[in-house]
Structure formats: structure tokens, C-alpha cells
């Protein structure tokens, strides 16, 4: 096992671990119920997979999924929850703030006054740790839930690239992946916090939790490689098998295609067309977005059909010159393995005689 794949194996876990308990505390320290320290537990699981990579996979990842990416919004997204729904309680000043920021001053000026040798240096560390501690918590909850969202994907998309790859995903795919990752974030995170600031929407709690739920299912596609990868097709597959080479042959435009109207800008679009259609709510920015929508869906359904006709004229045009089509993204060997197998299949079609005619001098006798 190299020592840089297994440093950044941990190092990009433990920040991982260390956003999630960030988001713990904040939801203990807003709520003001130590139970929801429990939340902390979901980390175990992270820790359980990163046993297991290190042991049967040496640090590496896995082909199409990233179980750490997924085990990570497993603990950081109920914490998020949590803190979006008791949006809003905390007041917001900043008299507090200042407050604060002089007795830590004072505090501060204490602390070096009574340090004296190595027992007054670590009395002095830990005071300075608690007061700025204390800072932090003084600052405003509406603050702290955004910083938390931001920061989340960002390490998303810092997170997925300091991960080591596995075999079967190149550095240039990798850096695909976190050029469409980048762009996406962004617009998860103008989702959430464009509606989610409306003020009529925090005022109807089932409406938060149905952009919550949106807002969720949109993250599901972090976890996943398909994006840049394609799905190797076999080499028994039969050339009239049409269905087959065009996922074969397009898999990764289809699953982009996907994303965008089942996970990203279609439900995105629903969300925000039943604000302006039921719930009368209309601002600038969400028309704009809105007709965003519209226009991705609209750009991902053309690309659809060019696809579609592009395959079409292609497989036909080799069928016209009897030529058989295989799949680009099998090796060389794999192409001329299948087409030998697929010319017997032909041949043998072609030699043998029609069903009727074969049973009808039985049926004489």
C-alpha cells in the first residue's frame, strides 16, 4: 500500500468526520439538548468503511459508487435537517458580539498576565480555546446553518478529489467529474438557500421539508462515478440488440441526461413552479431560476432525441453495408471476439430455412 494513497485516504475521512461532529454540536448547541449527541454515532459507520477499504481494496476506490461520499451524507445531512427546520429562533445582533469580543480581551489579558512556565502556557491555551469557543457560539444561528451548507459542498468536491482513485477511473475522468461536481453544488446551493430564505415558505413547515426532501435527493448524485464512466457492454451481446449499444454507446450522456430531469433541474423546476402556482410566490430571482429550469430541461430532452436519431442513422447505415456494430468503449479484442460471433450468428440465420418450409414435409408424412 503506498503511504500517500493511505494518508489521503484518512486525512479526506477525518475531515469528513470532523465537518459531521462540527454539525453536531451546532445542532446540540441550538436545540440545547444533549441527546442529540447521539447523531455523532452515524460516524461509526464511516469509520467501519474506512477499515474495510483500507483492508480489501488498500485505500482505493471502488468502481461507479464512493462509499465514503455516500456514508458522509449519511451523517452531515440530519444535522443540516435539523438546523434548517429551527431556522430563524436566535437573534441577531450585534451588541453580543461585541460584548463578547471585550471579555475575551479581558480574559485573554488575564491569561498572560498568570502564565507563568509550562503550567501557566497550557492554563493560558485552553482559556484562549474556551474563549474563542465562546466566540464562535455567539455568532448568529442563520450564519452558522449557511457556513455549514457552503462548507459542505465544498468539501464534497475537495473531498472527492483528494480520494484515491481506483483502476477503473482515470485522472482525466476524475477531473470531469469535479468540473460537472463544482457546477452543480452551486446550483444545490442557490436551491436551498434561494426558497428556503423566502419568507412565506419558512412560515409552512410541510412546504420546508418538501424542499428538504428535493434538496436531499439532489445529493444523491455525489456518491456516484457514472457521469464520465461507460458501461462496458459484453461481448455476447447480439447486434440487434439495439437498446443495449445505445446505453452502451451513450452511457454516460443518458445517465447526465438523467441527473439533470429526475434529480436535479426537474425537480427543481417542480418545486419552484408550485410556489409561483400555488402558494402565489414570486420574486425576481426565482422567475429567473425557474426559467433556468426550463431551459436545462428543455437543452436535456433536444440532446435526448439527438442521441436517439444519431444512433438510429448509425446503426442503419452499417446494417445497409452489412457491417456490425459494436460498442466503443470495448477493447480491440473485444470488438473483433464479437463481430466473429455475431457473423456465425448471421451465417448460420441466413443457412437455415424457414420454420414452415422445414415442417411442411412432415407434415406430408
Partial sequence: ?????????????LLFVLHSLIGVWRVTAVKKEPKYWLLALLNLFLCLETGLTLKFKQGRGYKWFSPAIFLYLICIVPSL???????GTQYCGNEPGAVQVNVSNQDFNQSRDSSHGSEGTDHHIIQT?????????????????????????LLLVVGRWLLPIG??????????????????????????SETLDIEDVRKNYALINAILAVWTWSMLQFPLDLAVQH????SSTPARRI?????CRYSAELWNIGVSLFIQDGPF????SILMGHFRIFNQMLVFFTAKNILVV?????????????FRATVLQKSRKGEVCCCPCEPYEAHAHATGHQENEMKEFVASPPKEESQAPSEDH
Fill in 1 to 13: 500500500m503506498e503511504l500517500m494513497v493511505l494518508l489521503n485516504a484518512l486525512v479526506t475521512r
Fill in 81 to 87: 435537517w435539523l438546523l434548517e427546520i429551527h431556522h
Fill in 129 to 153: 480555546a474556551k474563549v474563542f469557543v465562546n466566540q464562535l457560539s455567539t455568532i448568529c444561528e442563520t450564519v452558522w446553518t449557511l457556513a455549514l451548507h457552503q462548507t459542505f459542498l
Fill in 167 to 192: 483502476v477503473e477511473i482515470t485522472r482525466d475522468q476524475l477531473s470531469q467529474l469535479l468540473l460537472m461536481f463544482v457546477g452543480t453544488a452551486a446550483d444545490i446551493l442557490e436551491f436551498a
Fill in 231 to 234: 458501461i462496458g457492454c459484453k
Fill in 243 to 247: 437498446p443495449s449499444l445505445l446505453l
Fill in 269 to 272: 423546476f417542480i418545486v419552484r
Fill in 298 to 310: 428543455t437543452l436535456q430532452l433536444y440532446r435526448l432525441a439527438v442521441i436517439t436519431l444519431d
